[in-house]
């Protein structure tokens, strides 16, 4: 099994990289032979041939901190996997990848997410699907917190 590993340096003791996009260096790791080539970032015009070259290298899987909505339609499209695990070492990395210590999304899941990004306009809609609430103000006595500063505070300072 060959696995993509995006990486902080160039040796099988460097830290997986926290985002794919940003890695320096890029490991593909044959698991059978025990053989890693490297992929300098800089050899690339963009990260999105990383993945393309890596399939067809026969990649399954890409090990990486974090890995953007941009690069689903590339992972679909070669087949790999995504595991998401970052600041491990590259070679334990990809043992507990084959251990299935790593939690793996597989290809399904990918196409799941692609289409939620795409019907609801891209991937603009998907960050808004999941930004966070902007907080209530902290008297609004609509919300039970607001209700309880509201009971607790009624009359000071006037």
Known sequence: MIILVAAEGPDSGSLIAARFARAPWYHLVDTESDETTLLPAGAFDNRHEVILRAGLAGAAALVAGRCGPGFVPQLIETGMAMAHVHGIPVHEGVRRLLNGA???VGIPDLRRHLRGADAGGGTA???ARTARK???P??????????????QYAGRGT
């Open 134 to 136: 902007p907080r209530t």
């Open 138 to 151: 902290l008297f609004d006595p609509v919300t039970p917190r607001g209700r309880h500063h509201v009971q």
């Open 125 to 127: 809609a998907l960050r």
């Open 102 to 104: 790593i939690k793996v």
